[in-house]
Structures are given as C-alpha cells and as structure tokens.
C-alpha cells in the first residue's frame, strides 16, 4: 500500500484562488449532471462520449492548474527548507499523472 506523503500537509490558498477552483469544480459538477440527464433521455452515444470528453479535458485543465501552482508554492517552499522529500511527492504525482 502506498503512503499518502502529504496527507500531514495543508496548502493555504489565497480567497481567489479557492474561489476560481471551486468555480471550476461546479461547471464540472454541471457538466456531469448534463451527462446524467443525457443518459436518462437516452441521448445519442456519440453525443455523450463528446460530453464526457469536455469533462476529462475540464478535469485536466484544472489538475494543470493545480500542479502549477502547487509547483511554484508548496514546492517551492519546500526546497528553500531544504527538505528534499518533496522530490520524491513529485515524482510520485508525475507517475500518476502519466498513467
């Protein structure tokens, strides 16, 4: 089973930060919720699938962000510390990342 590195660590985000993610999770919210109901009204394969890929493009889009961010803050910061675990939680991502 693999350690949850950072489940110890907490990332303070400004209120605009946490504003645009939450927004950015909503739309994906309701891009879900449209696909629930095209499924319901028996919409057409091809219509979801094009739905359900604007939804895994939503969702790494946001990851991207995310990442970046957490690269140029987190990571960062971490390093400055000299703390070198940090290398290994990146890695860590990347690999998952690439699945």
């Excluded at 645009?20 to 999770?25: A, H, K, S, Y």
Aim: aromatic share 4%; hydrophobic share 30%.
């Amino acid at each position: 089973m693999e350690k949850n590195q950072c489940c110890h660590k907490t990332t303070k985000r400004s209120e605009d930060e946490k504003k645009l993610i939450t927004n950015r999770l909503n739309r994906i919210n309701g891009q879900i919720n449209g696909i629930n109901k095209m499924i319901e009204n028996d919409a057409y394969c091809n219509d979801v699938l094009i739905q359900l890929s604007a939804v895994e493009n939503s969702i790494q889009s946001l990851s991207n962000h995310i990442l970046e961010n957490h690269l140029y803050t987190c990571v960062t910061r971490d390093l400055e510390k000299g703390d070198l675990d940090t290398i290994d939680e990146i890695i860590s991502l990347f690999k998952r990342f690439n699945k």
